[in-house]
Structures are given as structure tokens and as C-alpha cells.
């Protein structure tokens, strides 16, 4: 089993920044993707983006493209997610999630390749 804890949710104004962190536990695990989503009140949840172990290879979203970056600290077994220029639009719950094996980038972003997930941490834009 893996664990994965997110912090670094908040309130925080539009135009402002936020660093989210996932902190993973459990097995040791390689070759597997991190990803970020998140979810909105009465909307599916929908990717964000995404880390490959080596932190080599990153994917996003169009829409958080030049606004967000994801890296990762293996040897604190961490993945962060820096979010900048937030708007209102990305109030949502921002979950982490590990995927076993590692993804393609075809199919990163979907949702159902990922096997473990983290709880939460609710993220606030105010306007």
C-alpha cells in the first residue's frame, strides 16, 4: 500500500501563489507517475498535472500551462506543486494520486490509471 498525504491548501487572492506538497509513505515503489488533480464542487475531477519518478518528464493541463510547476523530491518521497497567477477558477480540492507502473503521456492525465490517491486539500481563490 502507499499513502499520500497532500498540505498546502488555503485561501489565498487571485493573482497570488500557492505550494502544494503530496508526501508519500508505505512501499517502495519506482517507476510510477505522480499526478495532481483536482475537483470542484458539481464537477468531475479533472487532471492537472503530472510528474514521472526521475522528475524528468512533466505534463499539464492546458489550462495551468505557465502558471503551475510540478516537482519532486525523491529523497523525501515529496511531490510539490507550485501554483502561480491562481484565479477563482481553480478553487477546487487538489488531490495527489501515484500511478503503477508509470504513464504515457497519452494517457496521464486519465484518472483511472492511478491507483492510489491522497485525500485532499481544498484550495481557495478569492476574487
Known amino acids: 500500500q502507499v499513502q499520500l498525504v497532500e498540505s498546502g491548501g488555503g485561501l489565498v487572492q487571485a493573482g497570488g501563489s500557492r505550494r502544494l506538497s503530496c508526501a508519500a509513505s508505505?512501499?517502495?515503489?519506482?517507476?510510477?507517475?505522480m499526478g495532481w488533480f483536482r475537483q470542484a464542487p458539481g464537477k468531475e475531477r479533472e487532471f492537472v498535472a503530472a510528474?514521472?519518478?526521475?522528475?524528468?518528464?512533466?505534463y499539464y493541463a492546458d489550462f495551468v500551462k505557465g502558471r503551475f510547476t510540478a516537482s519532486r523530491d525523491n529523497a523525501k518521497s515529496t511531490v510539490n506543486l507550485q501554483m502561480n497567477g491562481l484565479k477563482p477558477e481553480d478553487t477546487a480540492v487538489y488531490y495527489c494520486?501515484?500511478?503503477?507502473?508509470?504513464?504515457?503521456?497519452?494517457?496521464?492525465?486519465?484518472?483511472?490509471?492511478?491507483?492510489?490517491w491522497g485525500q485532499g486539500t481544498q484550495v481557495t481563490v478569492s476574487s
Open positions: 494520486a501515484v500511478s503503477l507502473p508509470s504513464l504515457t503521456a497519452q494517457v496521464v492525465g486519465d484518472r483511472n490509471k492511478y491507483s492510489y
Open positions: 508505505g512501499r517502495t515503489i519506482n517507476n510510477y507517475t
Open positions: 510528474i514521472s519518478w526521475s522528475g524528468g518528464r512533466t
